[in-house]
């Protein structure tokens, strides 16, 4: 299971674009790279995932460069209600036994 | 309708009591799991369901019982549980086992006293 390491936590103005590291040095070939946010007191909830460059929804982008040893969830225009935990996971879903296996997750503050 | 619901929001219980977790989706989808989540942790894997039948155990005491009657529900049976098992206990539940996606409940805040 490729290990992922992102920053404990983030604070960010309302209106500002978020970057949020992960790093996952030893992702296989068949890996996915997967985001789940968090609001305190609920559920983690999917955002986004990718395999490689770049994909958008409307949410959120994220960006995988070619080695793919590394990803960024880029949040637009964050406002005070995307402060969270943001969780990023790596893995290969193609199969039946495979697991969310939740990191420590960055804890993003949206302040005025 | 994509929501998981969970009942009861928040419990009480002594270490004495036996009392149960509710789950339910209609979403139709045929995994369905159990977390724990301690504050400020990740939340973590005990149980997965797959077409109702106990796919994965995470090596989880006896004194937690699962239990998912149809594709609709999952229960969570509690029983002797010490005060460290205070938590709270998310469900989850996906298309097939093993997907990437899935929809989690609000979960139930759980103190053991």
């Known amino acids: 299971l490729a290990k992922t390491t992102q920053p404990i936590s983030m604070d960010s103005y309302e209106g500002q674009e978020v970057n949020i590291t992960c790093s996952h040095n030893?992702?296989?070939?068949?890996?996915?790279i997967t985001w789940y946010q968090q609001f305190p007191s609920q559920g983690p909830r999917f955002i986004i995932q990718?395999?490689?460059t770049k994909v958008t929804n409307e949410v959120a982008s994220l960006f995988i460069p070619a080695d793919r040893k590394s990803s960024t969830l880029s949040l637009p225009r964050v406002s005070l209600s995307d402060t969270a935990v943001y969780y990023c996971?790596?893995?290969?879903?193609?199969?039946?036994?495979?697991?969310?296996?939740f990191g420590t997750g960055t804890r993003l503050q949206v302040t005025l | 309708d994509t929501e998981v619901t969970q009942t009861p929001k928040h419990l009480v219980m002594g270490m004495t009591n036996k009392k149960s977790l509710k789950c339910e989706q209609h979403?139709?989808?045929?995994?369905m799991y159990w977390y724990k989540q301690k504050a400020k942790k990740p939340p973590e894997l005990m149980f997965v369901?797959?077409?109702?039948?106990?796919?994965i155990n995470e090596s989880v005491p006896s004194r937690f019982s699962p239990e998912c009657p149809n594709s609709s529900l999952l229960n969570l049976h509690l029983h002797a549980l010490q005060p460290e098992d205070s938590a709270l206990y998310l469900c989850?539940?996906?298309?097939?086992?093993?997907?990437?996606?899935?929809?989690f409940g609000p979960g139930t805040r759980l103190t053991v006293t």
């Open positions: 989850a539940s996906s298309l097939r086992e093993g997907s990437y996606e899935q929809y």
């Open positions: 996971l790596v893995g290969d879903w193609s199969g039946t036994a495979s697991k969310l296996t």
């Open positions: 369901y797959s077409y109702e039948k106990l796919s």
């Open positions: 030893n992702i296989a070939t068949n890996d996915y």
């Open positions: 990718g395999y490689k």
């Open positions: 979403m139709g989808h045929r995994a």
